[in-house]
């Protein structure tokens, strides 16, 4: 089928023209509604320390989580959690170590906690036992927030420390 445009009248070219903006307008309702809701950024830095040192830091090593709404709407950190390996086989094939961190509240903000679009939480670990624990070759770090099924995790990579 051939479209002769010589023969197109005025409200022919409108219904067109209204046509491709409603069109247009879809696509762009279905853009913002996929992109609405809580969106949320992690970050993982291994060997921070805190200063000035507190009597409960001390000298300690500390691996730090951020994690970042850049979303539309808050959600509730639920969980700060983490997982390792021992090898990339085990790894594949599901065998992880889960673990729970429970932070102090002078190293990092506690869970349950409401995070408002364009805010910022923050936990700490002790990075001495991950580093001291021969079967811990892939570290996880992550958190559990109520607007997504699955926890977001980051790789952890942390040197061994040599005895001295």
Not at 11 to 19: H, I, N, Q, R, V
Not at 67 to 79: E, K, S, Y
Not at 96 to 122: C, D, M, S
């Amino acid at each position: 089928m051939i479209i002769d445009f010589s023969k197109l009248t005025a409200s022919d070219y409108a219904a067109w023209w209204g046509a491709s903006i409603a069109t247009l307008a879809l696509l762009w309702n279905i853009i913002v509604a996929l992109r609405s809701g809580a969106r949320i950024k992690v970050r993982v830095i291994p060997n921070m320390k805190i200063y000035p040192q507190q009597p409960i830091t001390g000298d300690k090593t500390y691996i730090s989580v951020n994690a970042v709404n850049r979303g539309t709407l808050p959600t509730t950190i639920t969980h700060f959690e983490g997982f390792y390996s021992s090898s990339l086989w085990s790894l594949i094939r599901g065998q992880k170590q889960p673990f729970v961190v429970n932070t102090h509240p002078a190293i990092g903000q506690q869970v349950p906690y409401v995070l408002a679009p364009g805010e910022e939480w923050r936990g700490m670990m002790e990075q001495k036992p991950m580093e001291e624990n021969d079967k811990i070759n892939y570290l996880y770090l992550g958190i559990i927030h109520n607007q997504r099924k699955r926890p977001i995790f980051k790789r952890v990579k942390i040197k061994r420390r040599t005895s001295d």
